[in-house]
């Protein structure tokens, strides 16, 4: 799939679940970066969705790191623009919508699994962060769909077992998964009656007219998914560029919490933005 527009158009979306540090702004600079060589603008999403997590406090302390280290948008909460309203939570109609539309071409199922019975039901132990693989348990037809009919469901996203993903990552280079071995069935609508991130970002990427998406590796696998989702709401998809995440010393990800990394303590002791640069890898 092509970049749709000539016009660059790329996007900072952070969430407003704690205050952002070196890592976020490694990967926001070089989304800014990018916007400036293609002669092209930046928009601010405000990603806060998840309503036990996301604070109005850390929305107003984001948009204040962002500044201080040098961040400039162009369209965003603050400064309005063709697509408001730019947070996530002021979107959720617009996204029922996109919901609506997969549910009624039959795209997704309703699972009633708690977080435990994925868990339980899963052969092997999965590693890391990332989402353990759904074993299928709701899929229309199967036997124990709907146990749970007094829970309210979430919504998953029927995902072709065997399709092979591929797409060009203009950061990482090619890129291969197979859907249904390196990532299952997806939640698309929670059970709290909200999108998920998935289906969140690409109705908005869409909306919003972003032509390339600037974020960081760990969300490789995310963008096979989205891939999904692009192709099964008839939407263009944008190119993609993934940033190495920032380590700590110990060589562990960088995790949103109040310590010496956030941009907030950098600040406080007096560090310009420019040192905090120069200490990023090559
Ligand atoms: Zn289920």
Not at 13 to 22: D, E, R, V
Request: net charge positive.
């Amino acid at each position: 799939m092509r970049v749709k527009d000539c016009v660059y158009r790329g996007r900072l979306a952070p969430s407003p679940t704690g205050f952002l540090h070196a890592g976020h702004a490694r990967t926001f600079w070089t989304a800014q970066q990018r916007a400036e060589e293609a002669g092209g603008i930046l928009v601010l999403r405000n990603e806060d969705l998840d309503p036990r997590r996301s604070r109005p406090e850390f929305v107003e302390a984001m948009m204040e790191d962002l500044r201080w280290f040098g961040l400039r948008w162009q369209e965003g909460p603050d400064c309005g623009g063709p697509h408001a309203p730019y947070s996530q939570s002021e979107r959720v109609d617009f996204y029922r919508a996109g919901f609506e539309k997969l549910r009624s071409a039959g795209r997704v199922y309703p699972c009633y699994c708690s977080r435990q019975d994925v868990l339980r039901a899963l052969q092997a132990p999965h590693a890391g962060d990332e989402e353990p693989i759904y074993p299928g348990t709701c899929r229309p037809g199967k036997p124990g769909a709907a146990q749970h009919a007094d829970r309210t469901p979430s919504w998953r996203f029927l995902v072709p077992d065997g399709e092979v993903i591929e797409f060009q990552d203009r950061g990482r280079g090619p890129q291969r998964f197979v859907a249904g071995r390196d990532f299952g069935d997806f939640v698309v609508w929670r059970h709290d009656d909200l999108p998920s991130y998935q289906l969140a970002v690409v109705l908005d990427d869409a909306a919003m007219r972003i032509s390339e998406v600037v974020r960081g590796e760990d969300l490789l696998l995310s963008t096979a998914r989205q891939w999904l989702l692009y192709r099964a709401l008839g939407l263009e998809m944008p190119a993609f560029y993934h940033c190495p995440l920032l380590t700590d010393s110990a060589g562990k990800r960088l995790a949103k919490r109040e310590d010496a990394l956030s941009l907030r303590a950098l600040r406080r002791q007096g560090i310009a933005p420019e040192c905090v640069r120069r200490q990023w890898p090559a």
